[in-house]
Nanobody, 123 residues
Framework: VQLQASGGGLEQAGGSLRLSCAAS????????MGWFRQVPGKEREFVAA????????NYADSVKGRFTISRDNGKNTLYLQLNSLTPKDTAVYYC?????????????????WGQGTQVTVSS
């Protein structure tokens, strides 16, 4: 499985961005996909995840009500809509996939990772 993330950039506080993660290969074996983010010197932090087949989702408390994870099965693409951005959302955002149907919030439980895309929010 290959994951290609895109859509990051520079945005002002209060603005919005949409991240995309294009998946290729045997994606049916990885029903759960998620987004994590990382700032220098800190561990990778869970943001949101979705079960590709049931559409069940899970969000970190810090992004609930502001971020929305979704997927387009036909395009094999995962999305993360980021609204009401704050400078605290500045990070490199990574998409990831894991075996099994259960949504995990720990990075080590994900099996495949895309390259990161930088999101920078100015105040």
């Amino acid at each position: 499985v290959q994951l290609q993330a895109s859509g990051g950039g520079l945005e002002q506080a209060g603005g919005s961005l949409r991240l995309s993660c294009a998946a290729s290969g045997r994606t049916f074996g990885y029903p759960v996909m998620g987004w994590f983010r990382q700032v220098p010197g800190k561990e990778r932090e869970f943001v949101a995840a979705i079960n590709w087949f049931t559409n069940s989702t899970n969000y970190a408390d810090s992004v609930k009500g502001r971020f929305t994870i979704s997927r387009d099965n036909g395009k094999n693409t995962l999305y993360l809509q980021l609204n009401s951005l704050t400078p605290k959302d500045t990070a490199v955002y990574y998409c990831a996939g894991k075996f099994g149907p259960y949504i995990a919030v720990i990075a080590d439980q994900y099996n495949y990772w895309g390259q990161g895309t930088q999101v920078t929010v100015s105040s």
